[in-house]
């Protein structure tokens, strides 16, 4: 067993511990005690992913001992040309596992905790128990779920309640890291409109009129499956379920003489697949994680509020302070406009909120003060409910009226006015 | 161009299936380069003073580790340093019984855990004596270097890279601050630069080819349609229909000008019909939306004219790298149609299938026709030149022809130092006038490559690096070849700006923070990827990063 002597193993990071900069705040105490704060400051990890490996080799050698960390996933071939914690033995275990005992073995002295699991499995005592949360995720329901968690614990008479997130997202060359002091600065739901999502292709191009392979790819996916296979239930990591939606594809687009139909292109419709690579997500996991460090021992200012890098076209990054949004749904205290066409149904509306930017709400329910205008639990309601869904908005609600809209997403109601256009 | 459907299902690899997700941004032909480059990093250039082992290498160690996971062929560390304490608190790639070995051999083996297709080997000599082997620098695609490194090893390496072609990254990295420079070739052509898709429509509206201005003849009884053939015309025919109405009222001529074209969108709106249970039709919809962007006469981009002047566009000798005999072609191409030749995509338009299939069919068959024209020029330069090494590949002019109107060279200037040319200081002289800009930092770095070069000719002992009076020195250092060379004074609050920034290295007595050389080894190991594939556009040519602000700057040194 070898001893190292680790006021000399940490001998760069004290440097910046112990003695003032020229952008270090004056009344700043450098020296012992910020260093035994940043030790004893527990961390929590959401991800363990492309970004999450990175932030977690990255805490461990920014001085942070105790590090939590969760991922529901299990490891993937596709993981490995970026996930550098992973090997090819490592396929099919948890990544949070795997990834906790690699830092801890590597980096002695740091203790990871994982959880194999989902953050909704988590409640308030838990996330209370953290200074800080970092997350490397990729999906927005996940982000927005813990933003609302985050504002909702933050408690006025007790400054331990605040716990800043700091978010990283990537796609491709491109990627974005941002800090959010829930309610006191911009949250993830006041930048919701920032990441819109793509639009979805009209269901008649799909079912009558494919012009595209992906046309093809999506009527495998969303029609053929549910005529031919409708009691399989589809997986898309299933080699043989991918190949048959290939094979529907390419029949159909041989039909309509569209080609490009591949089988690449097939596992990116039905998945959804995002590009990622290990360069970007080296970025962005570090970018939050000095963030983490600076938060953690204010050895220097941190980020206010928003850094988003491009790297296609050299290296380009821009930084700015994202507004709060005082008709936020999570932090602010004003219900949001939203302008309605009158004469849409109910259900069309409804339709629209999964698309649009301000919402991305996909199985809604609605309220106004006085009326349930659509309720989808329980049963009985539902079916109460349901014939609303055929009335147009201009006979269920006044133009500018509120209403409540809940998801079984998300834990909180967002609250939205609606004006006639 | 031969779009054959495929008759069975063939599965990916496992090679496909581990490397997906990157193969959807390079593709196989960047993959290919990726696997086919061996990359040198050198790592560190002996120790400063007496103690220390000198630069730690992190950001060095943090671009492979990015290189390898994607696949690179391999990778070759050079660096003789010996692994200390300090190396294990900021580089992931050691472990605790890696002290006191080699630090080149023992990042070089847990970096090649990552990979199993991809070799690596390691080197403990200075890459001085290995520069002596004229076989060693040839078999590198590109180098890294971890700096600060002397002096005189910097300009030996960074000038035999040169005169082999071959692109250098100088990299830095201290505390919260990072700088690199990008040294390329003096011309660096790229053809793939993946422009946003939307930018590379080339829809010819103004100009219809012959087929494409027959095609109305399928839309003449437009008015008479039932409403769902009307609500199906691709928007493409509706605004050359109403192209072709405008000219019959306004002496044959096509709208020009922005009030024009607002008076042309209206009558294309005009024409919508609004009586059905949409209130309206999302191909005329549409047309309406492209009359801006898609109305307007072709010109040559700037960038594109410059290349078509350029010396090695215009001089082609049996040694003309396949890029200008190319460029040469389009560039008649252009001389001769004034338009560059159909890259042939359509973009998705409200459509009945068949429509859309048969439109598609004339903007690729004018494709394949403009790109057999280009093909025989080419043919012909090959005839005239030979012998040339190979014909070039049909695919590689119909992939340049593509992406004609987005190629791209970059003049490749030599890593920036102060006492470089005028064009660097002038560059670092004009960025110092923005009190926001991050020049100052990288003037930070040069001071810091000053000392450290003083310190390992031991002119200057170990300690200089926490001397504030080293650092002051340096600055007026600084200041002193910036004024002489372009006549101009240096005010005090830039001065204090510079001061400003060498008080935070001089926090870190030179060392580094594992975050920001790993922020920095993302940045590095992304420009490495567009040299290497020569796809996307590399940083032109040197990147400060500032941590403390979370924000970054390129400037052209």
């Given at each position: 067993?070898?001893?190292?002597?680790?006021?000399?193993?940490?001998?760069?990071?004290?440097?910046?511990?112990?003695?003032?900069?020229?952008?270090?705040?004056?009344?700043?105490?450098?020296?012992?005690?910020?260093?035994?704060?940043?030790?004893?400051?527990?961390?929590?990890?959401?991800?363990?992913?492309?970004?999450?490996?990175?932030?977690?080799?990255?805490?461990?050698?920014?001085?942070?001992?105790?590090?939590?960390?969760?991922?529901?996933?299990?490891?993937?071939?596709?993981?490995?040309?970026?996930?550098?914690?992973?090997?090819?033995?490592?396929i099919g275990k948890p990544k949070a596992e795997v990834a906790a005992a690699f830092v801890e073995k590597r980096v002695k002295g740091v203790k990871i905790t994982p959880y194999v699991g989902k953050i909704q499995d988590k409640d308030e005592d838990y996330y209370m128990q953290f200074k800080i949360v970092v997350c490397g995720l990729d999906s927005i329901e996940a982000r927005r779920w813990i933003n609302s968690t985050l504002v909702s614990m933050v408690d006025f008479e007790n400054p331990e309640s605040l716990k800043p997130l700091i978010d990283g997202g990537t796609e491709g060359f491109k990627g974005q890291a941002r800090v959010i002091l829930p309610t006191l600065s911009s949250c993830i739901e006041c930048q919701l409109d920032m990441h819109a999502p793509r639009p979805a292709v009209p269901l008649c191009t799909i079912a009558t009129i494919p012009r595209q392979p992906q046309h093809c790819i999506e009527w495998a996916h969303q029609i053929a499956w549910q005529e031919q296979r409708k009691d399989d239930t589809f997986d898309s990591d299933d080699l043989e379920h991918i190949g048959w939606i290939y094979n529907a594809a390419l029949e159909r687009s041989k039909q309509f003489q569209i080609p490009g139909v591949t089988f690449q292109m097939t596992q990116g419709v039905v998945k959804n697949i995002i590009p990622a690579i290990a360069s970007t997500n080296a970025v962005i996991a570090a970018a939050t994680t000095s963030e983490a460090l600076k938060i953690a021992t204010a050895c220097n200012p941190y980020l206010e509020n928003y850094m988003m890098y491009a790297g296609e076209e050299g290296v380009y990054t821009y930084t700015f302070e994202a507004?709060?949004?005082?008709?936020?749904?999570?932090?602010?205290?004003?219900?949001?406009?939203?302008?309605?066409?009158?004469?849409?149904?109910?259900?069309?509306?409804?339709?629209?909120?999964?698309?649009?930017?301000?919402?991305?709400?996909?199985?809604?329910?609605?309220?106004?003060?006085?009326?349930?205008?659509?309720?989808?639990?329980?049963?009985?309601?539902?079916?109460?409910?349901?014939?609303?869904?055929?009335?147009?908005?201009?006979?269920?609600?006044?133009?500018?009226?509120?209403?409540?809209?809940?998801?079984?997403?998300?834990?909180?109601?967002?609250r939205y006015r609606l004006d006639f256009s | 161009m031969t779009e054959a459907f495929p008759a069975a299902l063939v599965g990916p690899s496992s090679k496909e299936r581990k490397y997906d997700r990157q193969l959807r941004l390079w593709a196989a032909s960047g993959q290919q380069a990726l696997e086919e480059a061996r990359v040198l990093l050198v790592n560190s250039d002996g120790p400063w003073g007496e103690q220390s082992t000198g630069v730690s290498g992190v950001v060095g160690v943090e671009t492979l580790k990015n290189l390898v996971l994607p696949g690179i062929g391999g990778f070759t560390i050079v660096d003789p340093a010996l692994v200390t304490e300090p190396d294990l608190g900021v580089n992931f790639f050691l472990e605790e019984e890696s002290l006191g070995k080699s630090r080149a051999q023992e990042t070089c083996r847990l970096l090649r855990e990552l990979n199993p297709d991809v070799e690596g080997n390691s080197e403990s000599k200075p890459i001085t004596e290995l520069l002596q082997d004229p076989n060693f620098l040839p078999q590198f695609k590109l180098v890294l270097v971890s700096g600060p490194v002397k002096r005189s090893t910097l300009s030996s390496l960074s000038s035999a890279a040169k005169a082999l072609g071959i692109p250098v990254l100088y990299t830095r990295s201290v505390g919260f601050y990072s700088t690199f420079s990008l040294q390329l070739p003096a011309a660096f052509p790229i053809v793939e630069t993946h422009p946003d898709p939307e930018s590379t429509q080339d829809l010819r509206l103004l100009n219809p080819w012959p087929e494409l201005a027959a095609s109305l003849a399928g839309i003449s009884n437009l008015e008479t349609m039932d409403d769902?053939?009307?609500?199906?015309?691709?928007?493409?025919?509706?605004?050359?229909?109403?192209?072709?109405?405008?000219?019959?009222?306004?002496?044959?001529?096509?709208?020009?000008?922005?009030?024009?074209?607002?008076?042309?969108?209206?009558?294309?709106?005009?024409?919508?019909?609004?009586?059905?249970?949409?209130?309206?039709?999302?191909?005329?919809?549409?047309?309406?939306?492209?009359?801006?962007?898609?109305?307007?006469?072709?010109?040559l981009r700037s960038s594109l004219r410059e290349i078509f002047e350029m010396d090695e566009c215009n001089t082609l000798t049996s040694n003309s790298a396949d890029f200008w005999l190319i460029a040469s072609a389009i560039r008649d191409?252009?001389?001769?149609?004034?338009?560059?030749?159909?890259?042939?995509?359509?973009?998705?338009?409200?459509?009945?299938?068949?429509?859309?299939?048969?439109?598609?069919n004339i903007y690729k068959s004018k494709a394949r026709e403009d790109l057999a024209e280009v093909i025989e020029t080419?043919?012909?330069?090959?005839?005239?030149?030979?012998?040339?090494?190979?014909?070039?590949?049909?695919?590689?002019?119909?992939?340049?022809?593509?992406?004609?109107?987005?190629?791209?060279?970059?003049?490749?200037?030599?890593?920036?130092?102060?006492?470089?040319?005028?064009?660097?200081?002038?560059?670092?002289?004009?960025?110092?006038?923005?009190?926001?800009?991050?020049?100052?930092?990288?003037?930070?770095?040069?001071?810091?490559?000053?000392?450290?070069?003083?310190?390992?000719?031991?002119?200057?002992?170990?300690?200089?690096?926490?001397?504030?009076?080293?650092?002051?020195?340096?600055?007026?250092?600084?200041?002193?070849?910036?004024?002489?060379?372009?006549?101009?004074?240096?005010?005090?609050?830039?001065?204090?700006?510079?001061?400003?920034?060498?008080?935070?290295?001089?926090?870190?007595?030179?060392?580094?923070?594992?975050?920001?050389?790993?922020?920095?080894?993302?940045?590095?190991?992304?420009?490495?990827?567009?040299?290497?594939?020569?796809?996307?556009?590399?940083?032109?040519?040197?990147?400060?990063?500032?941590?403390?602000?979370?924000?970054?700057?390129?400037?052209?040194?």
């Open positions: 067993m070898v001893e190292i002597n680790q006021t000399l193993r940490w001998k760069h990071l004290y440097n910046v511990l112990s003695r003032p900069g020229p952008f270090s705040d004056e009344d700043w105490v450098p020296g012992p005690e910020t260093i035994s704060a940043l030790e004893s400051s527990k961390i929590l990890v959401i991800g363990a992913g492309g970004l999450g490996c990175e932030i977690l080799k990255n805490l461990a050698l920014s001085g942070f001992k105790d590090i939590h960390v969760i991922d529901m996933d299990t490891i993937d071939i596709s993981n490995l040309n970026r996930q550098f914690l992973f090997r090819q033995s490592d507004e709060k949004k005082p008709d936020c749904p999570v932090c602010g205290n004003l219900a949001r406009k939203m302008t309605v066409d009158p004469n849409m149904t109910l259900e069309a509306f409804i339709e629209t909120l999964g698309e649009r930017p301000e919402a991305q709400l996909k199985k809604p329910s609605m309220r106004t003060e006085e009326k349930t205008l659509y309720q989808r639990f329980p049963p009985q309601l539902e079916e109460q409910t349901r014939p609303n869904l055929k009335l147009k908005l201009r006979d269920l609600i006044e133009d500018g009226q509120e209403i409540a809209v809940s998801d079984p997403a998300y834990t909180i109601d967002f | 769902h053939q009307h609500g199906h015309v691709p928007y493409i025919l509706l605004l050359l229909h109403y192209l072709e109405k405008w000219k019959e009222t306004h002496d044959g001529n096509l709208p020009s000008n922005y009030k024009e074209k607002i008076a042309f969108r209206e009558l294309v709106r005009s024409g919508a019909r609004t009586a059905n249970p949409e209130g309206g039709e999302e191909n005329y919809d549409e047309a309406v939306a492209a009359v801006l962007k898609s109305l307007n006469p072709f010109t191409f252009y001389t001769k149609h004034r338009v560059l030749p159909l890259p042939g995509s359509l973009p998705d338009m409200k459509a009945q299938s068949a429509d859309y299939v048969s439109l598609q080419v043919r012909g330069l090959e005839a005239k030149l030979s012998p040339r090494p190979g014909q070039i590949a049909d695919k590689d002019i119909e992939v340049f022809c593509k992406n004609a109107a987005h190629i791209k060279v970059i003049h490749g200037r030599d890593l920036p130092l102060l006492d470089g040319d005028t064009h660097t200081l002038k560059a670092i002289h004009n960025a110092l006038g923005d009190p926001e800009s991050l020049i100052s930092t990288f003037l930070g770095f040069n001071i810091l490559d000053s000392i450290i070069t003083e310190i390992q000719t031991g002119a200057l002992n170990q300690e200089a690096l926490e001397s504030s009076l080293a650092w002051e020195a340096g600055v007026d250092r600084v200041i002193q070849s910036l004024t002489s060379e372009v006549s101009a004074t240096i005010d005090e609050e830039t001065k204090q700006r510079i001061l400003r920034t060498t008080q935070e290295l001089q926090r870190m007595q030179g060392g580094d923070l594992h975050n920001v050389s790993a922020l920095t080894g993302g940045l590095v190991a992304q420009e490495a990827l567009k040299v290497i594939t020569r796809q996307y556009v590399p940083l032109d040519n040197t990147c400060v990063f500032d941590g403390i602000r979370s924000r970054s700057e390129m400037y052209r040194l």
